[in-house]
C-alpha cells in the first residue's frame, strides 16, 4: 500500500496534480493509454489543454522523485550528500532516498545536476535495480554506454522494454511512462482471475495479463471450495488462490454408503437424470442385478440415489456397486453395510378420515410394519387393514371407519428394522384429521404412445383395475380397454394397451371408479385428451447374465440367461420353433458356436406376475464351468407398434464353480496330508477348509479328530490343503503317533469359494490315493521352453534335478520356473539352447524337488517331449533364386505336407502372393505352386508373362496345410518384399535323338518330369502326341509302342530324359518325319508347371 501511495504522489508532482487511488489494469496498452489509464483513474489530471506532453523530456530530479515511489522509500531529509540538492527544495527528499538506495548517482564532482534531463538508459538500469534482476554480465548492446548495457540487456530479456537505436539519448516522459507502467504493474502483481476447466484444471490470470494452466496432483471435489497454489512463471512467486469446481451433471460417484441393510445411499459430484437414475438395471450389487422388486429413487438434492434393494444385506459386511450409463463412464464403488441406529417414526399424517401414513427414518420388516396389533389409535388397536409402499418405509393404515375431524393419538411399538432393532416406541402422537370430501383427478398425461399411457393423479388413489381404464372415440359407446396397469410412484399409474393400441391420432382416455384414501371416487365420466406418439426407441439389453436362485447362486443347470430390456420384450423373439434361434448365439473363447436360443419365458416378481421387459432364456445346450463366452443379440423386436428392432449387442460372460466341488485325492507323508479338491476352496466362514473340525483322521483302525497342534495351510491356489500333525500327538489318547499307524482322512461339509458345499458332503479316503509325484506331460513350446506337467502341486523345484537327451548337441536346462493350474503342477524349464524337434526329458536318480508334502518326484522317470513348436522363418529367409526363378522360404525345421497327397498347387493355399503399387493378389495353384524340400519351401511363379519388380509374401490368414514332422502348422509371416520377379519357366524339350534303326527317340527335358502335378506318377505314353508325315515315303505310319527309361526300365517320375519305343508300319526311306510333343496338362515337373503343348522335339527325320 505504501509502494502504491508513493507511486501516485510522484506522479502528482512529476506530471500534474494528485486526485485519488489507482487499480490494476492491462498491461496490453499505448503509451497514450497508459498515460490515459492514469487520468481516467484519478492519478493525474492533466494538462489543462489535454495535451500530455509525453514527448517532453524529463530531468533527473523528476525520475529520482519517481524511482523512490516506486521502490518504496520513505523520503531522506536528513542529509545532502550532493552539493546542488539542498535541504528546502522538492527534490531534495528523493533524491538523498534514491543514492542511499543504490538507485541514482551522482554525476561527479560531488553534484547531482538535478535539472539535467535524465537519459534513456538511465532510467532503464534504475527500473531493472529495483525489480531486482541482474544486470547481464559482458552484453554488448548497441545504442548503450559500456555501463549500461548490462542492465539495458537485463530489461530486454524480461520484456520491460523494446530494443531502441540509441539508449544514451534524453528520456521522454512518454518513454518514462512506459517503463515505469509495467515495472509498477510487476510490483503489483496479483491474481486477477482464476477459472476451472476440469477436475483437475485450473486456468489462472495475473494481473500482468500472463495465464498460467495449473494441473493438480488430486482432482478437485464437485461444488466445494478449496484453496491451490500457484506460480508466477516470469516472477517466480506464489499465490494462493481459492477455486470451486462447479458441476452440473454428474460426472462420478462421490460416495456410496449403507446405513441400514435394505439401503444403499449413492451421492454423485453432480445432478442426474431421473430417468436414467431410477432404472434399477444401471446398478449392479456384487456383479449381480439388483433383486426382483429393487427401486431407485432420486432424492431431492438431484444429486443422490437411493436404492431399495428388496434383499437383506448382513451388517459389517463389504460390497461393491457398479452404477452405469448414470454417469458417462461406468464406475464401482466399494462400501460397508453399518447399520448401527434404531429405526424411528418420522411422521404421523391423516390422508382424509379413513387412512393413516406413518413414515419410518428406515425400511422395516414387513410382518412388524403391517402388524395391527403395533399401532394403536386414540387407545386402540387400529381396525383397518396396513401395508407398506414398495420402499418398506410408509405404512398406510387403511381404517375399516371414519375418523371424526379434529385431533387423535397414535402410537407406535413393536416395528422392527432389518438388522431386527426394535423402533423407538411413539405413544400418542397428535395429528389432526381434516374432512376430505373432494375426489381425485387427474392432474397430468406425462407420457402417452400407442402402447402405454402414463398419468398423474392429484392424490394417492386405489381401485385402479385395467376394466376401468380405456380409450374411446365415441364417448365411451366402444371402450378399448387396458391390458394391465402398474404404479410408478405415489401419484402416477401406467396403462398398458399393447393388446389394444391406441390410434397414432388425438383421443380420450376415460378412467372410472378410480377412489382416494378417504373413499371419494372420480367423477363419472372423467377423461383426459391425449395425443399419442408413435415409439420409436429401440429395444436395448441392460443386463444379461446366467439366470440366478431365489439364493442369489447361479443355477447349476447353466442353460438358461436372464435378460433385461428397456422395454417389453415378446416370447416369441426367442423361440426357435419360430426361426429366432440365431436371435441369441452363444460362441467360446474359439469363436465357435456353442449354443442358440431355444425358449423364453417372463421373470416374475414376488407376487407370481410377469416381468415383461425380463425374460429367462433358455439354451439349446448347458455353458461350461469356468469358461467365458461371448453372446450375441440381434434381431430381437419390442412390443410396440413400429415392433422397433435392437441394434446388435455383445456380451461377454464367465461362467463360475457353480457344481459341488469334489475331494479328488489325498495323500500321506510322514505326518503331513495333503488333500487336493478341483476348485478353489473357502478359508473362511462355516465351509472353511482350514477349520480342523472338518476332518477327521485314521489311525490304527479307528477314526478320531485332529489331535491339538495339528495346523492346516492352503495352497496358493487354495485347492489343496496341507494338514501336519505335531510329532508330539498322541491321536488315540495313549500313545505318540507313529506316521506308519495314519491310514486314512475324512472331510465333511467344507465350501468351495463361490459357497457350493462338498459334493456328497462327506468325502473319505482310506487308504490314501497311491500315486506317485510325477511328470504327466512334457511339452517344447518354445525353441527354449519345455512346460512340464506334473500329477500334483509342488512346494520346491530344482531346475538340476532334469535331464535333456535326444536334443541339439550339447542342451541343457539351465533354468525353471513354477507354477500350480488346476491341481497340477506346472514346472516351466529353459533350455541352453534352441529345438524345433521333440526329445527326451529324464528326472535324475535322487531329485530334490518335493511336493507340498516333502514327498520327491518320481526318481528315473523318462518322458517323451513333444514338439509343439510351429516352425518359423530363419532370419532372413526369404530370398529369390534368379537361376531357378523360384522364391525360397527356410525354416528353421524341416515341413512337409499335411498329407502326402497334397499337389504344390494345394500348398500353395498356405501363402498370400502380391505384387504391383496396389497389392495385387495372385491365385494360388493358378498363378503360383509352393513346392517343399527339407527345411525349404519353393514358391513358384506360374502366371504367363508374369515380371515384377516387387512381389510380397506372407502366410495366408489360415495355414492348414504345410506342417513340420510333429503337425505343427508353421508359424505366420508377416508380408515379406522379393524384388525382380519373373514367372518361373516350364519344363522343356531341350533335345531329342532317334535311334538308328528308327526303334525308339530319347528325349531330354529341361528338369525332371512328372505325368501329374502332385508328382504322383511317371509319364506314361498318353502323356505325349506324335505326328506323322509320309512325305512320299514308303513306311505308311509311326505310333509310340511305349515309354521307359534310356536302360529300359520302366519309368519312376522325375527322370530328365526318357525313352519313347516307336511302332513303324512299313519299311522308311528316309523322306518320312515325326514331331513328338507333350499332351495338353499332361506333362509337369517338380513345381506343378505343365509342359505347354506347344514344347516339341521338332522335326525329326526317320533314317532310310
Known sequence: MKKGLSLLLAFAMVFSMFASVAFAADNNLTTEQKYQWFVDQGVLKGYPDGDPRLGNNLTRAEFATIAVAIAGLEPKTDTETFS?????????????????????????????DP???????????????????????DANVPGASAWAAGYVQAALDAGLITP???????????????????????????????????????????????????????????????????????????????????????????????????EVLVTFDGKVEKEVAEDVANYLLDEAALAVGAQAKVQDDEKSVLLYLNTTLTNQTKHKLTVRK?????????????????????????????????????????????????????????????????????????????????????????????????????????????????????????????????????????????????????????????????QVDELTWKFDFTSDRLPARATKLYI?????????????????????????VRPEITYLDLRKNADGKYDPARNVLEIKFNKDIGLDQFDATRGNADNLVVKDSDNKIVAKANSAVYKTDTNGNNITNTLLVSLTSALAETKTYTIEVKNVRDTTALANVMIPQTFTISVPKISAPQAISAFQSGLKIQVNFDSPMALGGDGSVLDAQKYMVKYSGSWYTLPYGTTIAPSYDNKSVIIEIPSTARIDGINQVNPANIQGIKVTLVKDANGNTLAGLTKEFSPFTAQALEIVKAELTESKKVVVEFNRPLSYVSHNDFVISGAVAGTTVTGAEYKTDNGKGIVTLTLSTDNYTGFNLSTVATPATTGLIGDAIRAGQTIAVVDKVKPKLVNNGVSYNPTTEEIELTFTEDIQPVDPALSAHTLANDFVVTYGFNDDKLTPGTDYTVALNGTKATISIIKPGFNQSVVKVSTADTVKYIVDGNNNTIDSIASQTV????????????????????????????????????????????DLNLVFSANGGTATNVEIASVTKTDGSPLAGGETTIRVYLTVTGTPDGKETIVISPAANSIYDAAGRVAPATVSTGVINLNP
Open 164 to 262: 531502441q537505436s540509441d539508449y544514451k539519448v534524453a528520456a521522454t516522459r512518454g518513454q518514462t511512462i512506459d517503463i515505469v507502467y509495467p515495472t509498477y504493474q510487476s510490483l503489483q502483481l496479483n491474481v486477477e482471475s482464476a477459472t476451472v476447466l476440469d477436475a483437475k484444471t485450473v486456468e489462472v490470470k495475473f494481473t500482468d495479463g500472463s495465464v498460467v494452466k495449473v494441473t493438480l496432483d488430486q482432482p478437485l471435489p464437485a461444488n466445494q471450495e478449496q484453496e491451490i497454489t500457484v506460480k508466477h512463471e516470469a516472477s517466480g512467486k506464489e499465490f494462493k488462490v481459492k477455486v470451486t469446481y462447479v458441476v452440473e451433471k454428474a460426472t462420478k460417484v462421490e460416495s456410496v454408503t449403507a446405513d441400514n441393510l435394505r
Open 115 to 137: 535539472r539535467s534531463n535524465v537519459t534513456l538508459e538511465q532510467v532503464i538500469a534504475v527500473a531493472v535495480r529495483i525489480l531486482g534482476l541482474d544486470p547481464v554480465e
Open 84 to 112: 546542488d540538492v539542498k535541504s528546502g527544495q522538492w527534490w531534495h527528499g528523493a533524491i538523498e532516498a534514491a543514492a542511499a538506495a543504490g538507485l541514482v548517482n551522482g554525476v561527479g564532482g560531488g553534484k547531482f
Open 979 to 1022: 524384388p525382380n520377379v519373373t514367372a518361373a519357366g516350364v519344363p522343356a524339350i531341350v533335345s531329342a535323338t532317334l535311334a538308328a534303326n528308327n526303334s525308339y527317340v530319347d528325349i531330354t527335358f529341361s528338369e525332371g518330369v512328372w505325368g501329374d502335378d502332385s508328382q504322383g506318377s511317371a509319364v506314361e505314353e498318353s
Open 326 to 486: 448414470v454417469i458417462e463412464n461406468e464406475q464401482t464403488a466399494e462400501f460397508t453395510v453399518l447399520d448401527t441406529t434404531v429405526p424411528k417414526v418420522i411422521s404421523i399424517a391423516a390422508k382424509g378420515n379413513k387412512a393413516i401414513k406413518v413414515t419410518f427414518s428406515e425400511p422395516v420388516k414387513t410382518a412388524s410394519g403391517t402388524d395391527r396389533l403395533n399401532y394403536k389409535l386414540d387407545g386402540y388397536i387400529v381396525n383397518g387393514n396396513i401395508t407398506l409402499d414398495k420402499f418398506n418405509r410408509v405404512a398406510t393404515i387403511s381404517l375399516y371407519s371414519s375418523m371424526s375431524n379434529g385431533e387423535h393419538k397414535l402410537s407406535v411399538s413393536g416395528v422392527r428394522d432389518f438388522a431386527d432393532y426394535p423402533i423407538v416406541n411413539v405413544t400418542d402422537q397428535a395429528f389432526t384429521v381434516v374432512e376430505d370430501k373432494e375426489a381425485p383427478k387427474i392432474d397430468s398425461v406425462v407420457s402417452a404412445t400407442l402402447d402405454y399411457v402414463t398419468v398423474k393423479f392429484t392424490e394417492e388413489v386405489t381401485n385402479v383395475n385395467k376394466d376401468n381404464i380405456y380409450w374411446s372415440d365415441n364417448g365411451g359407446t366402444t371402450k378399448h380397454k387396458a391390458r394391465a396397469v402398474s
Open 512 to 536: 372410472e371408479n378410480v377412489e382416494d384414501l378417504s373413499g371419494n371416487k372420480i367423477a363419472a365420466g372423467t377423461y383426459v385428451d391425449v395425443n399419442p406418439t408413435v415409439d420409436t
